[in-house]
């Protein structure tokens, strides 16, 4: 059986791509692979910033358009895994319900302050 594939897109400053380079180095020691430019990946992880402007609008697009990703890979999958959403950074800890309550086909949103555990929530 090959790992599950991630990919990580990040929205915002400096310090997202800094969160976003370490997403990925804490995803790959879990034994997840980075999915190949595009393949659908088994995870998608979307780190957002709550500063720079239109990283909200930016989210909630590619959450928009992930759910009929999530919704094929769910069909493909029958009964295996399928496709896992996440959320995280500074903006997912601070709307948090607002997240959840816009795109509830997301599985996961963590804030910055628990990027390590990303691997344990999955």
């Known amino acids: 059986m090959s790992a599950r594939t ?4 990040t929205f915002g400053c400096q310090m997202n791509v800094h969160d976003s380079e370490r997403l990925a180095g804490l995803l ?3 034994g997840y692979a980075r999915a190949e ?3 659908t990946p088994d995870v998608v992880v979307l780190n957002t910033c709550a500063v720079r402007e239109n990283a909200d609008n930016r989210l909630y697009g590619n959450l928009s358009h992930l759910k009929s990703s999530k919704d094929a890979a769910a069909a ?3 009964g295996g895994a399928g ?3 996440a959320v995280g950074g500074c ?5 948090r319900g607002e997240i959840t309550r816009r795109a509830p086909w997301v599985d996961v949103v963590f804030g910055t302050h628990n990027i390590g555990s990303l691997p344990v929530l999955l």
């Not at 991630?6 to 897109?9: A, L, N």
Request: proline share 0%.
């Open 6 to 9: 991630y990919e990580v897109r």
């Open 28 to 30: 790959e020691d879990a």
């Open 37 to 39: 430019a595009g393949a």
């Open 76 to 78: 493909a999958a029958a």
């Open 83 to 85: 496709m896992q959403i």
């Open 91 to 95: 903006l997912a800890q601070k709307d």
